[in-house]
């Protein structure tokens, strides 16, 4: 049973537009949501991540919006540029269990100049 | 800078051999992990360890053991590799109590192909 759930499995969008990636998971003891961005040769890092208590958190380019009733959250990426083409996962943990995360199936973006 | 180390970015192996994967991290972190990243599959979590000599399994541990003697070091053991481990392997560390932050700091990764 999947219990994070990532939507779509890839994206082309244009420079300068905004890319979407969703996420659903089903366990609502999750309390730590992060995503992940992955280039091709390297490992994932950690770009941004929200935990449950607010509904929105933004990181320059990079928003995470989370619908708790939902049991949803997403990435926005404005003003999408060639070099934000990469793999992007999102995630989610239950924080007394650290770092043992469950990731979505991932989304590769791919920016066109 | 914080780092994982992963010593093999690239094995190819044949079917029925022993394959060590090693992992070092300096960050003096608590937890490791091993997890497989497959296409279309995502990363999935195989063994994990809390401290040391201690491990727990993950969803997929069937072909895996691991073994954690030292706290900056988190092996992943294929007994007896074959095809469909074929894979990217990636190793994690994270910490521990009061340093909680649910970040996963990764290496970056070890391509098994295994013939």
């Known amino acids: 049973q999947q219990q994070v759930k990532q939507s779509p499995q890839s994206l082309i969008v244009q420079k300068g537009g905004i890319s979407i990636i969703n996420c659903a998971y089903e366990?609502?003891?999750?309390?730590?949501f992060p995503w992940y961005q992955q280039f091709p040769g390297k490992g994932p890092a950690l770009l941004i991540a929200?935990?449950?208590?607010?509904s929105e958190k933004k990181e320059g380019r990079f928003t995470i919006s989370f619908n708790k009733s939902a049991k949803q959250f997403s990435l926005h990426i404005m003003d999408s540029q060639p070099g934000d083409s990469a793999t992007y996962f999102c995630?989610?943990?239950?924080?007394?269990?650290?770092?043992?995360?469950?990731f979505g199936d991932g989304t590769t973006l791919t920016v066109k100049p | 800078d914080v780092k994982v180390t992963q010593s093999s970015r690239y094995l190819v192996k044949r079917t029925g051999e022993k394959v060590f994967l090693e992992c070092v991290q300096d960050?003096?972190?608590?937890?490791m992990f091993w997890y497989r990243q497959d296409p279309g599959l995502g990363l999935r979590l195989i063994y994990f360890?809390?401290?040391?000599?201690?491990?727990e399994k993950g969803d997929i541990p069937e072909g895996y053991s691991v073994s954690r003697e030292k706290k900056e070091r988190f092996s992943l053991i294929l007994e007896s590799a074959s095809t469909n481990q074929t894979s990217m392997y990636l190793c994690?560390?994270?910490?521990?109590?009061?340093?909680?932050?649910?970040?996963?700091?990764f290496g970056e990764g070890s391509r098994l192909t295994v013939l």
């Open positions: 994690a560390s994270s910490p521990a109590g009061l340093a909680v932050t649910g970040e996963l700091f």
């Open positions: 366990n609502t003891a999750f309390d730590y």
């Open positions: 929200i935990r449950p208590d607010v």
């Open positions: 995630a989610a943990s239950i924080n007394t269990n650290a770092g043992k995360s469950t």
């Open positions: 960050m003096d972190h608590e937890n």
């Open positions: 360890s809390y401290d040391v000599k201690m491990k």
